[in-house]
């Protein structure tokens, strides 16, 4: 079955900092990689996600990547602010399948 | 608020009991699932459902079972609850066999003393 690894586990950076957490899966026929953030006490909502047939995809300051030859795909947050500080968790499925998340990233941004 | 409530919040409850836990959706989506968090797991799928009387295992289906008489509720339930499955459960739905992202819910903290 599909295995996510997500890197790292925590990212401490500073306000204006860029960030960029990676994740790789083993199941060459996912398709689909979204990501989510969890705040402290909170659900975990969709941030964006990216499918097989785009290799790139951004909204505002986050942006994600997939490299599917190395299967591996990335987030990216640019311009960090205090309130990106949360969770991070990257998932993947393939068609019709279940996500398979990630162990997820605690990110810190510090004013 | 996203159309998706677990109940309860929140239950402490003793070693060898039954615990259920409900989750109820109000946006007749057809895929319902059950994931665990703990930390340095991530989030792990239990079981999940593609529609009423459809269900699946997940990754760590042992010692839980679900049902799923109707399109909105999708239960969960610890048949003799232990200390390792004290955790946050989570609920969540999506719309259709394509890949979309899932809704979640709020979220159960269960205790298992």
């Known amino acids: 079955g599909e295995n996510v690894e997500q890197h790292p586990s925590t990212l401490s950076v500073q306000e204006g900092d860029s960030a960029v957490i990676k994740c790789t899966y083993s199941?060459?026929?996912?398709?689909?990689f979204p990501w989510y953030k969890q705040e402290l006490g909170k659900r975990p909502q969709l941030i964006i996600d990216?499918?097989?047939?785009?290799g790139e995809k951004k909204d505002q300051r986050i942006a994600v990547t997939l490299n599917k030859t190395a299967k591996h795909f990335s987030l990216h947050i640019t311009e960090t602010q205090p309130e990106d500080s949360a969770v991070y968790f990257c998932?993947?499925?393939?068609?019709?399948?279940?996500?398979?998340f990630g162990q997820g990233t605690e990110l810190s941004v510090k004013p | 608020d996203a159309g998706i409530t677990q109940s309860p919040r929140h239950k402490v409850t003793e070693t060898g009991t039954p615990v259920t836990l409900r989750c109820h959706q109000t946006?007749?989506?057809?895929?319902m699932y059950w994931y665990r968090q703990d930390p340095g797991h991530g989030l792990r799928l239990i079981h999940y459902?593609?529609?009423?009387?459809?269900?699946d295992k997940g990754e760590v289906s042992d010692g839980y079972s679900v049902s799923r008489s109707k399109t909105e509720d999708f239960l969960l339930t610890l048949e003799s609850a232990t200390s390792s499955q004290t955790s946050v459960y989570f609920c969540?739905?999506?719309?259709?066999?394509?890949?979309?992202?899932?809704?979640f819910g709020s979220g159960t903290r269960l205790t298992v003393v």
């Open positions: 969540a739905i999506s719309g259709d066999s394509e890949n979309y992202g899932y809704t």
């Open positions: 199941d060459s026929a996912s398709n689909y």
């Open positions: 990216i499918r097989s047939n785009v």
């Open positions: 998932a993947a499925s393939r068609q019709g399948g279940k996500l398979i």
């Open positions: 946006e007749n989506h057809r895929y």
């Open positions: 459902s593609y529609g009423v009387k459809d269900t």
